[in-house]
């Protein structure tokens, strides 16, 4: 689908890297097969090398995906995270080993017909949500395999899910998808997203695709365009890339990317 295709030119959805001074915790990302990444952004890994002294608290960042993710030592603990406004925090101990994969906005729901304003800003159990892709997991994945490996394993089982999906395509909701993230969020919704559907309607369909509203959404996307530049503290005051993006004060960038990150603007790219 041309549209699944133009989301995955547009946008690059990014997650914290772990921070330096961990060096017994890794953190990799692989893309998947060809034929899966108009809808699948990436594999995922978060492990440790070895025990940590203290239990570490991960960082999950608003990026407008849904993800499933399992436990690699008990894949039978797999959950599905939707849609988050805000960021969240996850306790995961000493000792650990999280498998994922992120889906591009719109693409979980429209490959297995689940309504996206169900899972938003929680974590549910995957056998509830998908009990076919759970049952895949807890079968299929061996503490042995390698992050490659798993990922040869999806892109078999998933390759065949997106051939026989039955795609419900509202040219309307993507055309204002599409404009969202290539105004990288900057646009007026009531104005700029003039495609075709009321304010109601446009809200009801993002909020069945996505899990939000195409206001929050496009503030998560402008967030996410703003990790994508990486800037520095000082190149931050310098370019003042927050007006670029549409605030009009820099009191009102904090406050936005502090919810979405979860510090402040300062300390994400100290």
């Known amino acids: 689908m041309e549209a699944h295709h133009r989301i995955k030119e547009l946008y690059r959805p990014r997650q914290p890297s772990v921070p330096s001074g961990l060096g017994h915790v890794t953190y990799e990302e692989i893309a998947p097969a060809t034929s899966l990444q108009d809808f699948i952004y990436c594999y995922w890994q978060l492990k440790t090398t070895q025990a940590l002294e203290n239990s570490f608290v991960y960082r999950v960042v608003s990026d407008g995906c849904i993800d499933i993710f399992f436990n690699h030592h008990l894949p039978q603990e797999s959950s599905v995270m939707g849609f988050c406004r805000k960021f969240t925090e996850f306790p995961i101990g000493t000792n650990f080993d999280y498998i994922g994969i992120r889906f591009f906005p719109a693409a979980f729901t429209q490959l297995f017909g689940v309504d996206a304003k169900t899972l938003s800003n929680q974590s549910q159990e995957l056998n509830i949500v998908l009990p076919k892709i759970a049952s895949f997991i807890e079968a299929s ?25 039955e795609f419900d395509f509202d040219p309307r909701f993507y055309r204002a998808l599409l404009l969202i993230l290539e105004n990288h969020g900057h646009l007026e919704i009531e104005k700029g997203l003039n495609t075709g559907l009321s304010p109601r309607q446009l809200r009801r369909v993002f909020n069945y695709y996505i899990g939000t509203t ?33 605030f009009y004060d820099q009191a009102h960038f904090i406050k936005d990317f502090k919810n979405f990150y979860g510090v402040t603007p300062s300390r994400a790219f100290q």
Do not use: C, W
């Open 141 to 165: 994945i061996k503490p042995e395999h390698s992050l490659v490996s798993i990922a040869a394993l999806f892109n078999d089982h998933l390759a065949p899910i997106t051939r026989r999906a």
């Open 214 to 246: 195409p206001k929050v959404f496009s503030k998560v996307v402008r967030f996410q365009y703003i990790l994508s530049a990486k800037p520095s503290s000082d190149s931050l005051k310098q370019q003042k890339l927050f007006f670029d993006v549409g």
